[in-house]
């Protein structure tokens, strides 16, 4: 059964979003921490793939994480897109559509959630400098490079470790 599935899940490790991983996802998850690729299409991956979400470099619970919060991005209101572009000084060009603002913000949410060497891979193919830069500066500077409106963001951790 699916529960059972989830409390091996838990005591092996294996990464799983639990709050909505299917049978598959349960079992992906496992062959996933054992060593093993994952059988067939898992219904979040599924999801990814039809929403650009690159799921093959993610964890099954990166993946989830990044799905939800694209979901949550297709349900909110312009308004609500218009302060997280505003966040990461972002400017909505006039003209501009909700699903322009969605595909922006989710390439954002996935670059949060890539495997640190990948985000470095995708700072060389753009040009930026990304060496000895955490994630919290490099998403940043991501941004700012791939969008020229964009104005760097400030890392709210600056100074933190200092």
Same mark, same amino acid.
């Given at each position: 059964?699916?529960?059972?599935?989830?409390?091996?899940?838990?005591?092996?490790?294996?990464?799983? /979003?639990?709050?909505?991983?299917?049978?598959?996802d349960?079992?992906?998850?496992?062959?996933?921490?054992?060593?093993?690729?994952?059988?067939? &299409?898992?219904?979040?991956?599924?999801?990814?793939?039809?929403?650009?979400?690159?799921?093959?470099?993610?964890?099954?619970?990166e993946?989830?994480?990044?799905?939800?919060?694209?979901?949550?991005?297709?349900?909110?209101? &312009?308004?609500?897109?218009?302060?997280?572009?505003?966040?990461?000084?972002?400017?909505?060009?006039?003209? %501009?559509?909700?699903?322009?603002?969605?595909?922006?913000?989710?390439?954002?949410?996935?670059?949060? /959630?890539?495997?640190?060497?990948?985000l470095?891979?995708?700072?060389?193919?753009?040009?930026?400098?990304? &060496?000895?830069?955490?994630?919290?500066?490099?998403?940043?500077?991501?941004?700012?490079? &791939?969008?020229?409106?964009?104005?760097?963001?400030? %890392?709210?951790?600056?100074?933190?470790?200092?």
């Amino acid at each position: 059964p699916r529960e059972a599935l989830r409390q091996e899940c838990l005591s092996r490790g294996a990464s799983a /979003a639990f709050d909505f991983a299917t049978r598959l996802d349960l079992e992906n998850a496992l062959r996933e921490s054992a060593g093993f690729p994952s059988s067939g &299409t898992s219904k979040v991956r599924s999801q990814c793939l039809e929403r650009g979400i690159p799921a093959h470099l993610l964890t099954s619970e990166e993946a989830g994480e990044v799905l939800a919060a694209v979901k949550r991005l297709e349900e909110s209101k &312009t308004s609500e897109l218009k302060k997280m572009y505003e966040q990461w000084g972002l400017v909505v060009e006039a003209g %501009s559509e909700k699903a322009d603002m969605v595909r922006t913000l989710t390439s954002i949410f996935v670059w949060q /959630a890539l495997p640190i060497e990948e985000l470095r891979k995708l700072c060389r193919e753009k040009g930026v400098q990304s &060496t000895l830069a955490s994630r919290d500066e490099i998403v940043p500077k991501l941004v700012a490079a &791939t969008w020229p409106s964009a104005a760097p963001v400030a %890392s709210r951790y600056k100074n933190f470790f200092s």
